[in-house]
């Protein structure tokens, strides 16, 4: 086939989670709740990062962008697939489709690259104390959350770009939720190996990067931990490193098997259940996982009822 390409649909049929109505309604009800409850507790870390002076530290100025990264990410897709289960219609137009694609790949390799740099944050608070305050300054917290969002997006607009490239002219049916990058990529009516093997390089670059700094900063924390004499110091830095280890963990499990693993050797459909669970579940947990045992959170929460508390009484005392 010519290089040019003959891209012929104009839309992709997303076959969804469920073909009987109640179960789309359960579903829909399920992650309607879900969603909503990702937007809140993710802006309520957030507005509690820039309300709450504490809280104007590294550490919470990386967990803030990753807040606002999981905003976008799940908005990327769960209004869609809310939509096609209430409607029953999965029908998404062709430039819909590759623009969701793009989206949420990006957004992924930006969590990628910013997990990677709060790795290196605790590295040096755990590490290197004494220098952590001047190492880590307001200006190298602002050019390493910039890089992780312009690596991301880089990146995954090289890859995305090969895969644009290719014809599509059928089928169109897409037995997923969402337009995932693997997925789409087996729909183009061409030989794909050569483009498959590039995205694969790519993706784990992507992925092996960033994973490397979190090993080696983990690895060096580790070694500094073992060398500590208190043992309130420990549980402290074990404590303060739990949270994003747990995040990590959760993240680049999924993300290895269904991006760095061959397709043919998982069954039909196995894609849609991994992809609920980083799509749906993993957005959900991660302001629970780090807000459950953080007491720097608790006290700023506990401060900002407080303070709409007395708000609410100088209105009412004024009306």
Known sequence: MENENHTSVTEFILVGLANSQKTRICLFLIILLTYSLTVMGNLVIIV???GDSSLHTPMYFFLSNLSVLEICFVTSSMP???AHLLSGNGAISFIRCMSQMYITVCLGSVECFLLGAMAYDRYLAICHPLLY??????RRQVQLASASWANGFLLTSVNVSFILRLPYCGPNRINHF???MP???KLACTDIRVTERTVIILAALIVVLPFSIILTSYILIL???IRMRSAAGRRKAFSTCASHLIVVTLFYGILIIVYLTPGS???PGHDKELAVFYMVVTPLLNPIIYTLRNKDIHRAMSRMVQRWGLKEKQSTLMS
Not at 133 to 138: A, E, F, N, Q
Request: hydrophobic share 55%; charged share 20%; glycine share 0%.
């Open 133 to 138: 305050v001047i190492t880590m300054s307001r």
């Open 223 to 225: 070694s500094s931990v």
């Open 80 to 82: 869609q697939m809310l």
């Open 265 to 267: 050797d998982r069954a």
């Open 48 to 50: 509690l990062v820039r």
């Open 178 to 180: 969402f337009c995932d």
């Open 183 to 185: 997925i789409v990529l």
